[in-house]
């Protein structure tokens, strides 16, 4: 077997065809990859459960371009957003080993003895979901549900018309930005990651429109940079709850956790005001313009 960890590759939407035909293009590449990284999920199992739900993402996003209502697609939607679940476990066990370990090089003291012992903890828990996740054939049931769906792609409801591709990435870019200001103004964990979900969505559709030009390049680069933010305020929401959940910790030990993620947390919020400032300004605009020039009058 390969022993190189797996990939999901960077695919972007064909102009040349009609609408329709490059969205089918594009799905049955993202299923492909999703298939071959699972089929290393035994020798491999962080990376594969991590890349497969990468490519659960950028599919699902996929539709949203396609469908942003996600009605015609809805049924499709759901079965990958279950596919994502079974896989949960696995890839969040590890993240959660990952976050712990960042915080450590922050704490001081008693933290840092109190961090060291919840990392070895963590990286314990993580490999136990790895083996559940294999031994409950888990990766399986993702691997025929995959298999499932790339038989029936040409069967998909999608527009012929690269106008309304337009529109889905348009309110896309409405959505994450509305998103990110509830979630900034609030300080809220749980709503600044519904606004990290649109942003994901948002990068994926500039990397499926890069035909568009540079513009669109830099832009889900910096999208990236954001996506990475949001993702770690996010993660140090999930350690914080796993363990007050895991009883691991007393009171005192809980307080200076506790005390060190809120700090991290707020530093990453400044990054993250920042960020957001810099990308839905004039440079959505400019993005419109782009999108436009490039797709605005093919039509299938």
Not at 72 to 93: C, K, N, P, V, W
Not at 120 to 128: F, K, L, P, V
Request: a positive charge.
């Amino acid at each position: 077997m390969d022993a190189r960890p797996p990939t999901i590759a960077e695919h972007a939407l064909d102009p040349s065809l009609p609408a329709d035909e490059a969205l089918r293009q594009l799905a049955r590449a993202l299923l492909a990859d999703m298939s071959r990284a699972l089929d290393t999920f035994d020798t491999m199992p962080a990376p594969a459960a991590h890349e497969t739900r990468k490519g659960i993402k950028a599919l699902r996003a996929l539709l949203r371009l396609a469908d942003p209502a996600c009605g015609q697609l809805g049924d499709i939607d759901t079965q990958l957003r279950d596919s994502a679940a079974l896989l949960a476990g696995a890839r969040e066990a590890r993240v959660l080993a990952g976050t712990l370990g960042d915080l450590v090089p922050r704490a001081r003291g008693t933290a840092a003895a109190l961090l060291a012992r919840l990392c070895r903890w963590a990286d314990e828990y993580a490999t136990i979901a790895e083996a559940e996740a294999l031994g409950h054939r888990r990766a399986a049931q993702v691997a025929e549900i995959l298999l499932r769906l790339a038989a029936g792609v040409d069967n998909w409801p999608l527009p012929d018309a690269w106008p309304h591709l337009i529109k889905g990435a348009k309110r896309t870019v409405r959505r994450a930005r509305q998103r990110l200001a509830k979630g900034l103004a609030s300080g809220d964990a749980e709503e600044l990651h519904a606004a990290r979900r649109w942003v994901v969505r948002h990068r994926y559709h500039l990397g499926f429109l890069a035909a568009a030009g540079r513009l669109t390049e830099t832009r889900r680069k910096r999208m990236q940079d954001l996506r990475d933010l949001l993702g770690r305020h996010h993660d140090l929401h999930d350690a914080r709850q796993t363990i007050a959940r895991a009883g691991l910790v007393d009171g005192a030990e809980f307080a200076a956790i506790d005390s060190l993620v809120c700090s991290e947390q707020r530093r990453l919020e400044k990054k993250i005001a920042r960020a957001a400032d810099r990308l839905f300004d004039g440079d959505s605009r400019r993005l419109a313009r782009a999108l436009k020039a490039t797709f605005g009058k093919k039509a299938g």
